[in-house]
């Protein structure tokens, strides 16, 4: 990490952070005082998100509904598979508190960063002690892509948009596919509203 002056913030970002067991401990021994942000969305639409980016990567996998099921006819999720795994956001979350008190981390709804960009932003200036500099004014939606967009990126006259890779339009799921995921991952979900105290409005 670079060197912070007093009045600065210095930021990283990685996805595999919070899922990856060695990642709080490791974290912690840098700095007890780092404050975390997570953006979390619904773990069904996540898993279906995670199959689609791989599978414009390599378009030869088997299908969403053969990887989800360790056995099809008795409908048990195969937990093993990344993109089943990483949305049991409480047992992630579980691990951190072992090493970073609740009130250092912040959870971010993938779905309000969507729909209301400027009021979780607002959360997360807040969370961080800055003012409230951006705002409503600073974003416009893209139809097209169906995300908000920067009005004028940092140092640039031009906007900006997320890059090509987001976005992209998913599989058609099974409903009973999607139906038996919902009905997996909703104990966990609950567990999860409860640790942080916030219900994030996922179908359950």
Not at 109 to 125: F, N, T, Y
Not at 145 to 155: D, I, Q, R, S, V
Not at 186 to 202: A, E, I, S
């Amino acid at each position: 990490m670079p060197k912070t002056l007093e009045g600065q913030i210095t930021m990283e970002k990685t996805p595999s952070y919070f899922v990856t067991r060695e990642a709080p401990a490791r974290i912690a021994a840098m700095s007890r005082k780092t404050k975390l942000i997570v953006v979390v969305r619904d773990p069904v639409t996540r898993a279906i998100s995670d199959y689609t980016q791989t599978l414009s990567k390599k378009p030869d996998i088997p299908s969403f509904e053969s990887l989800t099921f360790k056995n099809r006819t008795t409908g048990l999720i195969d937990t093993s598979w990344s993109a089943v795994q990483i949305g049991i956001y409480a047992k992630h979350l579980d691990n951190w508190l072992q090493h970073f008190p609740m009130e250092q981390l912040l959870f971010v709804s993938g779905e309000r960063l969507i729909s209301d960009p400027a009021g979780e932003l607002g959360r997360v200036q807040d969370f961080l002690g800055l003012k409230r500099i951006i705002t409503d004014k600073h974003f416009y939606f893209n139809q097209t892509k169906g995300f908000p967009c920067l009005k004028k990126a940092e140092g640039s006259s031009k906007p900006h948009c997320l890059g090509k890779t987001k976005g992209r339009t998913h599989p058609n799921i099974h409903p009973e596919v999607v139906r038996r995921l919902r009905d997996f991952y909703r104990p966990f979900n609950l567990k999860f509203y409860q640790m942080t105290g916030h219900h994030f409005g996922w179908q359950l």
